[in-house]
C-alpha cells in the first residue's frame, strides 16, 4: 500500500502468514487504510510498531517502510526468511541534505556528511543518536497494553455502555470529557495526569491521557 500527499510519500509492504483461522482481515485492512490515509507519517519508530500491533495475529516474514519528502527520505526494511542462512536481516537507509547514512545488520554501517567543514562534536552526537534511533528500529515490536490503558477501557466501556474505537476521530475527545466528568465524583486513573484549559476548544484538557488515547490507536476497536 501507498499514498502520496502534499509532497510527501509513504509505502508499506508486509508479508506474513496468520496465526488462526479466525482473524478479521476486513477490520485489519480497514485499520491499514486508516493508517496510512489520515497518520503522520515523519518519525519511522512510530510507524513501525503502530503497523506491527495492527498485524499482530500475523507471523512477520518480511516488512518495508519507505517514507520521503522533498531531500529527505528514510527507508526500513526487516526480513525474517532464512533464504540466504542468515535470520532477522535489518536495513535502515536515511538520506537528507546534511548526511546520508546506510546500516546494513550484516555488513554494518556507511555515513557520508555532505558538509566537510561541519562541527566534530556535532557529528559525533549525531551519530550517537542516529545509533540509539536504528538499535530502536531494529528491535521494535507491538505496542503493549499495561494496567492503565486496561483501565481506561473498562472506565469507558462502564461510562458509555460500548467498546473504545482508538481509531475514531472523536476518542480523544469522547475520554477527556468522561475522565472530567468523573474527576468531580472523585474517580480516577492510577497515574499522574493533569487538565489544563484548552482555548481552542474551551474545555480542559489532559496531555497524559491525550498521550494514552494516541498510543491505543493500533487497537481500533477493543
Given at each position: 500500500?501507498?499514498?502520496?500527499?502534499?509532497?510527501e510519500?509513504?509505502?508499506?509492504?508486509?508479508?506474513?502468514?496468520?496465526?488462526?483461522?479466525?482473524?478479521?482481515?476486513?477490520?485489519?485492512?480497514?485499520?491499514?487504510?486508516?493508517?496510512?490515509?489520515?497518520?503522520?507519517?515523519?518519525?519511522?519508530l512510530?510507524?513501525?510498531?503502530?503497523?506491527?500491533?495492527?498485524?499482530?495475529?500475523?507471523?512477520?516474514?518480511?516488512?518495508?517502510?519507505?517514507?520521503?519528502?522533498?531531500?529527505?527520505?528514510?527507508?526500513?526494511?526487516?526480513?525474517?526468511?532464512?533464504?540466504?542462512?542468515?535470520?532477522?536481516?535489518?536495513?535502515?537507509?536515511?538520506?537528507?541534505?546534511?548526511?546520508?547514512?546506510?546500516?546494513d545488520?550484516?555488513?554494518?554501517?556507511?555515513?557520508?556528511?555532505?558538509?566537510?567543514?561541519?562541527?566534530?562534536?556535532?557529528?559525533?552526537?549525531?551519530?550517537?543518536?542516529?545509533?540509539?534511533?536504528?538499535?530502536?528500529?531494529?528491535?521494535?515490536?507491538?505496542?503493549?497494553?499495561?494496567?492503565?490503558?486496561?483501565?481506561?477501557?473498562?472506565?469507558?466501556?462502564?461510562?458509555?455502555?460500548?467498546?473504545?474505537?482508538?481509531?475514531?476521530?472523536?476518542?480523544?475527545?469522547?475520554?477527556?470529557?468522561?475522565?472530567?466528568?468523573?474527576?468531580?465524583?472523585?474517580?480516577?486513573?492510577?497515574?499522574?495526569?493533569?487538565?489544563n484549559?484548552?482555548?481552542?476548544?474551551?474545555?480542559?484538557?489532559?496531555?497524559?491521557?491525550e498521550?494514552?488515547?494516541?498510543?491505543?490507536?493500533?487497537?481500533?476497536?477493543?
Amino acid at each position: 500500500m501507498a499514498r502520496e500527499f502534499d509532497g510527501e510519500s509513504f509505502e508499506v509492504r508486509y508479508e506474513g502468514i496468520p496465526k488462526s483461522k479466525n482473524i478479521d482481515e476486513i477490520e485489519i485492512n480497514r485499520m491499514i487504510r486508516d493508517f496510512i490515509d489520515n497518520y503522520k507519517h515523519t518519525n519511522m519508530l512510530e510507524n513501525v510498531t503502530i503497523l506491527r500491533t495492527i498485524l499482530s495475529d500475523y507471523i512477520e516474514t518480511g516488512l518495508e517502510l519507505k517514507y520521503s519528502k522533498k531531500d529527505d527520505s528514510e527507508t526500513v526494511i526487516y526480513n525474517h526468511i532464512y533464504n540466504t542462512g542468515l535470520a532477522n536481516w535489518f536495513l535502515f537507509i536515511k538520506d537528507s541534505q546534511s548526511y546520508k547514512i546506510k546500516y546494513d545488520s550484516i555488513l554494518g554501517l556507511k555515513l557520508n556528511y555532505f558538509n566537510e567543514a561541519g562541527n566534530i562534536k556535532k557529528y559525533t552526537e549525531d551519530l550517537s543518536e542516529i545509533m540509539k534511533y536504528i538499535s530502536d528500529l531494529s528491535s521494535a515490536g507491538p505496542i503493549v497494553i499495561n494496567d492503565t490503558d486496561k483501565e481506561l477501557i473498562e472506565i469507558y466501556k462502564l461510562f458509555y455502555k460500548e467498546s473504545p474505537d482508538f481509531s475514531s476521530k472523536d476518542i480523544n475527545i469522547r475520554v477527556q470529557t468522561m475522565m472530567i466528568i468523573l474527576a468531580e465524583f472523585g474517580i480516577a486513573l492510577d497515574c499522574d495526569y493533569a487538565f489544563n484549559l484548552w482555548e481552542k476548544v474551551k474545555m480542559p484538557v489532559s496531555l497524559t491521557l491525550e498521550a494514552m488515547v494516541k498510543k491505543l490507536y493500533p487497537f481500533g476497536r477493543i
